[in-house]
C-alpha cells in the first residue's frame, strides 16, 4: 500500500542537530497520520512523535518535548523530525510509520496502531 523510507541518520555529538526525513510513496492518499519511534539496543520501540497528513496536528513524548520537531511538506509527501540538543539517551534506530485513513482512530502512541514502517535509519549521539 504504502512504502516509507527513513534516511538523514548518523553520529552527533551530545548538543548537536540531525534532521531525520521519511519519503512515503504508493498509496499516500491513504495516510491519515504519520509517525516517528526509535528503538534503542534491549529496550521495546517507543513513540516519539506524529502529525495528522492533512491538518497536520503534532504531538510528542514527553522525553524530547522541546527539542524535536515534526513537520510534512505534502507536496513531497515526505515527514521531517528536526531534533535539537541531542542527547546520548537519544541514541536509537529511528522509524516512521504511517496510520491508514479507515484506522483514523486508532491511538498514535501504539505501534500496533500504524499499519505501514520504514526499514529504519540509526542515530547515535556520542557523548
Known amino acids: 500500500q504504502v512504502q516509507l523510507v527513513e534516511s538523514g541518520g548518523g553520529l552527533v555529538q551530545a548538543g548537536g542537530s540531525l534532521r531525520l526525513s521519511c519519503a512515503a510513496s504508493?498509496?499516500?492518499?491513504?495516510?491519515?497520520?504519520m509517525g516517528w519511534f526509535r528503538q534503542a539496543p534491549g529496550k521495546e520501540r517507543e513513540f516519539v512523535a506524529s502529525i495528522t497528513w492533512n491538518n497536520g496536528y503534532t504531538y510528542y513524548a514527553d522525553s524530547v518535548k522541546g527539542r524535536f520537531t515534526i513537520s510534512r511538506d505534502n507536496t513531497k509527501n515526505t515527514v521531517y523530525l528536526q531534533m535539537n540538543s541531542l542527547k546520548p539517551e537519544d541514541t536509537a534506530v529511528y522509524y516512521c510509520a504511517a496510520i491508514y485513513g479507515p484506522n483514523y482512530y486508532r491511538d498514535y502512541r501504539k505501534e500496533g496502531s500504524y499499519d505501514a514502517w520504514g526499514q529504519g535509519t540509526q542515530v547515535t549521539v556520542s557523548s
Open positions: 504508493g498509496r499516500t492518499f491513504s495516510v491519515y497520520t
